[in-house]
C-alpha cells in the first residue's frame, strides 16, 4: 500500500506525530486550570480542551492532504473511517481521566486506506512518550523498537482492559472476566484509556489487553502497533481487528489463544435490557 506525501514533502508518519504532539501538548498545558467539561451520555465526558486540540489536528492535516478525509471523535460521527484514505483521531483519549485530574491520557492520530491502517501515533504528553508505527516498518516508543510480551500463560499476566460507559455494560464484563479469566491470571489493570491501554500490550508493558466496544478512533494506533509490535489483536471472535471491530483482544498468539478458550461459551455481546 502507498503511503502518501504531504503537501510540503512531510509523511504521513510526521504529519501524524507533529499532530498528535500539537494536541497533546496543549492538553498538558490546560491540565490543571479550567477545561470547560460537560457529559455527551452517562459517564462519557468531553471537555473543550477535546474540542480545541482535535480542531488543531484537523488543521494540521488539511494543509498536508487536503483531499483525505477526516474523522475525530468530536465531530463526523456519520463519516466512514474505512473508505479512502481517512485521518482517524482522538484529540485526548481518556477524558473522563484528563478531565478529574488523573494524569492517564493521551492522544490519538492514524491514517487508513480502505479500513487498512497505515500509520499509528499515539501520544502520552505527561510522560512525553510517543508510540508510532507504519505498515511494515515495525513498532516504536520514543525511537526504540517495540515487542509485545512474551510470557507463554495468563497465570503469570498483567491483564489491562476498560469498562464500557454504559453500567450494564460494565457489569457484565467484570462478571465475564471474574467468572472466565479471574482463577487462571496475575492481576489486571483498568487503565481508563483504551489507547494507552493497547499501546501497553504493543508495548509489553501489560501482557494482554482487552475491551468490549470501542471506536476508530480508540484503536486505530493501537491495531497497527500490536501488529507491527509482533502480537495479535483481534475481535472478541478471533477475527483480525478492524477499525469497526465491536470488541478487541490484544496479546501474543499464546495468550490470546489462552483467554479465547477461557471466555469461550461467555456471550460478549452486551445486554440491551
Not at 498545558?29 to 457529559?39: L, S
Not at 474505512?82 to 483519549?93: L, M, N, R, S
Not at 491495531?223 to 509482533?230: K, S
Amino acid at each position: 500500500m502507498s503511503i502518501p506525501i504531504g503537501v510540503s514533502g512531510k509523511t504521513a508518519l510526521e504529519v501524524a506525530r507533529e499532530a498528535a504532539k500539537i494536541a497533546g501538548r496543549l492538553a498538558k498545558e490546560r491540565f490543571e486550570g479550567e477545561k470547560g467539561i460537560r457529559f455527551k451520555s452517562p459517564g462519557d465526558v468531553v471537555t473543550e480542551v477535546d474540542t480545541q486540540a482535535e480542531a488543531l489536528i484537523f488543521g494540521l492535516i488539511r494543509e498536508e492532504f487536503p483531499n483525505h478525509t477526516l474523522v475525530g471523535e468530536e465531530s463526523a460521527y456519520d463519516v466512514r473511517a474505512d473508505e479512502g484514505y481517512a485521518w482517524i483521531v482522538d484529540p485526548i483519549d481518556g477524558t473522563r481521566n484528563y478531565s478529574v485530574g488523573l494524569p492517564i491520557y493521551s492522544t490519538v492520530v492514524g491514517l487508513a486506506l480502505d479500513g487498512e491502517v497505515l500509520v499509528g501515533v499515539n501520544y502520552d504528553p505527561e510522560r512525553d512518550d510517543l508510540f508510532e508505527a507504519e505498515r511494515g516498518s515495525g513498532a516504536y516508543l520514543n525511537g526504540k523498537r517495540i515487542h509485545v510480551s512474551k510470557k507463554p500463560v495468563l497465570k503469570d499476566c498483567i491483564i489491562g482492559f476498560d469498562l464500557p460507559y454504559s453500567d450494564v455494560g460494565a457489569q457484565y464484563e467484570l462478571d465475564m472476566l471474574a467468572q472466565a479469566v479471574w482463577p487462571n491470571m496475575g492481576t489486571v489493570r483498568a487503565i481508563g484509556s483504551s489507547a494507552l491501554g493497547i499501546s501497553y500490550a504493543a508495548a509489553g508493558k501489560t501482557d494482554i489487553y482487552f475491551q468490549h466496544r470501542l471506536s476508530p478512533w480508540d484503536m486505530v494506533a493501537g491495531i497497527l502497533l500490536v501488529e507491527e509490535a509482533g502480537g495479535i489483536i483481534t475481535d472478541r471472535n478471533g477475527n483480525r481487528a478492524t477499525l469497526y471491530s465491536d470488541g478487541i483482544i490484544a496479546s501474543n498468539s499464546r495468550l490470546h489463544e489462552e483467554f479465547l478458550r477461557l471466555t469461550e461459551g461467555h456471550d460478549w455481546r452486551l445486554p440491551t435490557t
